[in-house]
């Protein structure tokens, strides 16, 4: 059974930084494509970035270009996402998901297992 654990969400101030991890574990991830999500206070659920574990290339909401950079070890079977410049509309719960595949999905009902989420708040 897939499992995906976040790590690493906390309070920050604007212009900080924070890196976000998820473990994952179940399964071979060779195949897989892993995505982290957000969902803030009274707001839908939505994309953020995504890798492909076998090749590693990745796609990013253009909210978070060139602030976001999500990464892999393949060793240890997590997945990162390194938050620079962090501002408040940031502040959400932080969601690490997974599918087989290798294209950069970034529909959430395209993705079969979840963790847990990780809050990340930024004050202003």
């Known amino acids: 059974q897939v499992q995906l654990v976040e790590s690493g969400g906390g309070l920050v101030q604007a212009g900080g930084s924070l890196r976000l991890s998820c473990a994952a574990s179940?399964?071979?991830?060779?195949?897989?494509?892993m995505g982290w999500c957000r969902q803030a206070p009274g707001k839908e659920r939505e994309f953020v970035s995504v890798?492909?574990?076998?090749?590693?290339?990745?796609s990013y909401a253009d909210s978070v270009k060139g602030r976001f950079t999500i990464s892999r070890d393949n060793a240890k079977n997590t997945v990162y996402q390194q938050m620079n410049s962090l501002k408040p509309e940031d502040t959400a719960v932080y969601f690490c998901?997974?599918?087989?595949?290798?294209?950069?999905?970034?529909?959430?009902?395209?993705?079969?297992?979840w963790g847990q989420g990780t809050q990340v708040t930024v004050s202003s």
């Open positions: 998901a997974a599918r087989s595949g290798s294209a950069h999905y970034t529909g959430l009902s395209q993705y079969d297992y």
């Open positions: 890798i492909s574990w076998s090749s590693g290339s990745t």
């Open positions: 179940g399964r071979t991830f060779s195949s897989y494509v």
